[in-house]
């Protein structure tokens, strides 16, 4: 997660390089780039409250007999990693537009391409 992170930041320290040559049109990929370090910074910063939230549940509302956390621990857990794993949906299609468009991925290896074969 760390390393996706760095990368947009790299990415977007090159967009602001580059932000005399296209002023406009690369407006859109820098705010795309923002909005997806946005959301991996708060991905990351629940995937901690999710491995917290199982820790404490695993310590202290666990079954003795399975180790199966149950209740509230459970809950929270579980909510945690749905909203991260949301996050990770929504930037992932952002941050390969702005890596295709930033670095001008040829349209046969774009993954938009469709070849008439």
């Excluded at 947009?8 to 690369?26: C, M, N, V």
């Excluded at 180790?67 to 945690?80: C, L, P, S, Y």
């Amino acid at each position: 997660m760390v390393g996706t992170d760095d990368a947009a930041h790299s990415d977007r320290h090159r967009l602001l390089r580059r932000h005399g040559q296209s002023r406009d049109t690369e407006r859109f990929d820098r705010d795309a780039l923002d909005e997806s370090a946005a959301h991996l910074l708060v991905a990351s910063l629940f995937s901690a409250a999710a491995a917290l939230t199982l820790f404490l549940g695993m310590n202290f509302m666990s079954d003795p007999q399975t180790g199966a956390v149950h209740g509230f621990f459970a809950a929270m857990a579980v909510a945690f990693a749905s909203y991260v794993l949301l996050l990770f949906l929504s930037a992932g299609p952002r941050l390969d537009t702005a890596y295709v468009t930033l670095h001008s991925v040829r349209n046969e290896l774009n993954g938009t391409h469709r070849s008439r074969r």
